[in-house]
């Protein structure tokens, strides 16, 4: 779950870069506006719970269902952005997997290679991870990655980013059990200000972070 891990997620801002330069994001009151609305928005009815049911696919072997949800997963991604990082970062972690263990990954290819999230199910369920932790393992992963991204850009203080990740970290427990009552058809959901953004950062003038 490091943000540190070699798949490339401290490369990628998610629409937060662009939200700086037009002055959607200006402080910590704002940056704490805007992640919490992708947190609650976002994890709690896109990327959590399609974990989770990733997960349980993974768990009883069930490849079609993974497959299943990996495309709902890329369909919930609004712009060729958001899908080209959820791709990237699913086959780096394909990559990393079968250094540490390749027998993780046999037979699964095909599905781990598209998406970030059936990746880290298909992990979760071989090394035993029970699924709250693994939700909460990622939370906070998101987390730290798009505090990291505000701090450099605004930029925010050290001591700022710290005090707006723990902020933000005390919801993630609630994000969680919300996310674990939803029944499918409640599963995904539109954020038109990350589209836009994510949509404006791919023709961004100058940028730091990956398009």
Known sequence: MSPTLPIGGYSYS???EKAVEDRWIVDIDTSYQWLHGQLHQGLTYTDLPILR??????DCGNKDEALRWSKILLACRETRELRQEEVNRGRALTKVLEGLE???TKGWENIIN???LSGL??????????VRELLLGYSWSWLENQVS???KIIPLGQTQGQQLLHKLLVLVPDTI???MMLDELDIGGSQPALAIASSLHETQ???IFRS
């Open 53 to 58: 049911m990733l997960y349980d696919a993974c």
């Open 205 to 207: 003038y100058t940028r």
């Open 177 to 179: 059990v919300r996310s």
């Open 121 to 130: 199910a298909l992990v979760g369920t071989h090394w035993k991870i029970p």
């Open 102 to 104: 390749d027998s993780i």
């Open 14 to 16: 998610q629409g937060v």
């Open 114 to 116: 598209t998406n970030h």
């Open 149 to 151: 991204a505000v701090v």
